[in-house]
């Protein structure tokens, strides 16, 4: 089993429409979640964190988290073409080190 | 303005040639980390620090070398004995076992000729 599972995707919607990606996590010790954006060929950028269960909510991301199913979402509303990136989930593991997702790639379609 | 740099851009590498990609912050982090992504694939690690004069073990770590005298600094060597250098190579800082978050600088673009 990955530590980190996410779809590869591509995930693809329409513009307007909401885009929800997944991820599973293996480590029951996690207590920080991030979500990082990342455009093709930059470097991965910072858009979420949470650390509680519950829904944490920041302009049109919604991040997700249920540690009873090891399993944390992101959702996008009002999907936008420049939300077309690939999205990594990178759970924080008891050793503090954060282990990243292979990605799921969001094709947003005007 | 505080952020991450890294140098160069783009890095050409020969055959046998050991080389040194740059890495420097800002931002008074503790901790700093280099990534090797490749195409399609998620992001591993190589090396990281948690404080000046100390570095760890990534899970790739072989085929590199690194030092960390400055805070703000944390070079990374690629020496001949990585037999597939060709990459994208993430520096990242973050505060002290990265509970906030690690932060990105732009990446070098490794190939070899």
């Known amino acids: 089993q990955k530590e980190v599972e996410q779809n590869s995707g591509p995930l693809s919607v329409p513009e307007g429409a909401i885009a929800s990606l997944n991820c599973t996590y293996s480590?029951?010790?996690?207590?920080?979640f991030f979500w990082y954006r990342q455009y093709s060929g930059k470097s991965p950028e910072l858009i979420m964190s949470i650390y509680s269960n519950g829904d944490k909510e920041d302009g049109r991301f919604t991040a997700q988290l249920n540690k009873a199913s090891q399993y944390v979402s992101l959702l996008i509303r009002d999907s936008q073409p420049s939300d077309s990136a690939t999205y990594l989930c990178a759970p924080c593991n008891q050793g503090g080190k954060l282990i990243f997702g292979q990605g799921t790639e969001l094709s947003v379609k005007p | 303005d505080g952020g991450i740099t890294q140098s160069p851009k783009y890095l050409f590498r020969k055959e046998g040639q050991n080389v040194t990609l740059s890495c420097e912050q800002n931002l008074n982090h503790d901790a700093m980390y280099w990534y090797r992504q490749d195409p399609g694939q998620g992001l591993r690690l190589i090396y990281y620090s948690q404080i000046v004069n100390d570095f760890q073990k990534g899970d790739i770590a072989e085929g590199y070398s690194v030092s960390r005298e400055k805070k703000e600094s944390f070079p990374l060597t690629v020496t001949s004995a990585q037999k597939n250098p060709t990459a994208f190579y993430l520096c990242a800082s973050s505060m002290t076992g990265a509970s906030g978050g690690q932060y990105f600088g732009p990446g070098t673009r490794l190939l070899v000729l």
């Open positions: 480590d029951r010790g996690s207590q920080s």
